[in-house]
C-alpha cells in the first residue's frame, strides 16, 4: 500500500524568509510519480510539479525547488523568499506509473503554510 | 492540459436528500476519478470512473451511496445519496494526463449538508 507523511500540520513564516515543506513517502512500487499541489484558500488544487521516480535530479522553477531522495523516500519542496499568496494548503502525494487507474493519487495530509507580512 | 467543469460549484442540501454532481472535461478521457475533501482534511478517492464500465470503488466507499455513472469520455456524474452532515466536504473530479501520471482537477463542489 502506498503512503505519503507530511509531518508538518502548519508552518508559520514571515515574508522573504526561506521554508522547507516534507514529504516522505512508501511504496512498493520500483516506479512511481511524486507530486506537489498547492490549494489556496479559494479551494481549487493548483499542480506544481511531478516527478518521475528514475529521475533524481533536483528542480527548480523561480522561488520554488524540490530536493527528490530515493535513498530517504523524500520528496521535500522549499520555497524561496517566501510571498503572502504563497499562504496555502501543500499536498504531496503520489501515484503509480502503469497507466489507467493506477494514476491514482494517494496524498498526504497536507501542510498549511501561512506567510505573514 | 486539461479543462474541467463541475456544476454546481457549492449546494447546500437538506439531510436525507441526494445531489448529483457533474463533471465536464474539454477533451476525451478514459479515466476520471472522483475524489473527497472533508473539512480540514486531505484528499480521499471515492472512485475511478472508466467509460462503458462499472466505476471501482475504494475501501470505505458504495456504490449506493456514491453511485457514478461515465456515460461518455468527456462526462461524469457523481450522486451523493441520502445525505448526512458527515457528507459535507468538497467533492473533485480529476483526469490523469495520457502520458503519465499529471492529474487536473476540477474545481470542486462544496456540499454543505444540514
Known amino acids: 500500500a502506498q503512503k505519503v507523511t507530511q509531518a508538518q500540520t502548519e508552518i508559520s513564516v514571515v515574508e522573504k524568509e526561506d521554508v522547507t515543506l516534507d514529504c516522505v513517502y512508501e511504496?512498493?512500487?520500483?516506479?512511481?510519480?511524486l507530486f506537489w499541489y498547492k490549494q489556496p484558500p479559494s479551494g481549487e488544487l493548483v499542480f506544481l510539479i511531478r516527478?518521475?521516480?528514475?529521475?533524481?535530479q533536483n528542480e527548480i522553477s523561480g522561488r520554488y525547488s524540490w530536493n527528490f531522495q530515493k535513498s530517504t523516500s523524500s520528496f521535500n519542496f522549499t520555497i524561496t523568499a517566501s510571498q503572502v499568496v504563497d499562504s496555502a494548503v501543500y499536498f504531496c502525494?503520489?501515484?503509480?506509473?502503469?497507466?489507467?487507474?493506477?494514476?491514482?493519487?494517494?496524498f498526504g495530509k497536507g501542510t498549511l503554510l501561512t506567510v505573514n507580512p | 492540459s486539461a479543462v474541467i467543469s463541475q456544476k454546481p460549484s457549492r449546494d447546500i442540501c437538506q439531510r436525507g436528500t441526494s445531489l448529483t454532481i457533474q463533471c465536464q472535461v474539454d477533451?476525451?478521457?478514459?479515466?476520471m476519478f472522483w475524489y473527497r475533501q472533508q473539512p480540514g482534511q486531505s484528499l480521499t478517492l471515492i472512485a475511478t470512473?472508466?467509460?462503458?464500465?462499472?466505476?471501482?470503488?475504494e475501501s470505505g466507499f458504495v456504490i449506493d451511496k456514491f453511485p457514478i455513472s461515465r456515460p461518455n469520455l468527456t462526462f461524469s456524474t457523481l450522486t451523493v445519496s441520502n445525505m448526512s452532515p458527515e457528507d459535507s466536504s468538497i467533492y473533485l473530479c480529476?483526469?490523469?494526463?495520457?502520458?503519465?501520471?499529471?492529474?487536473?482537477f476540477g474545481p470542486g463542489t462544496r456540499l454543505t449538508v444540514t
Open positions: 480529476s483526469v490523469p494526463k495520457w502520458t503519465g501520471g499529471e492529474q487536473y
Open positions: 511504496t512498493r512500487d520500483t516506479t512511481y510519480y
Open positions: 516527478r518521475n521516480s528514475f529521475d533524481e
Open positions: 502525494a503520489l501515484s503509480e506509473a502503469g497507466g489507467g487507474s493506477n494514476y491514482k493519487l494517494t
Open positions: 477533451s476525451q478521457v478514459t479515466m
Open positions: 470512473a472508466n467509460q462503458g464500465s462499472e466505476a471501482t470503488y
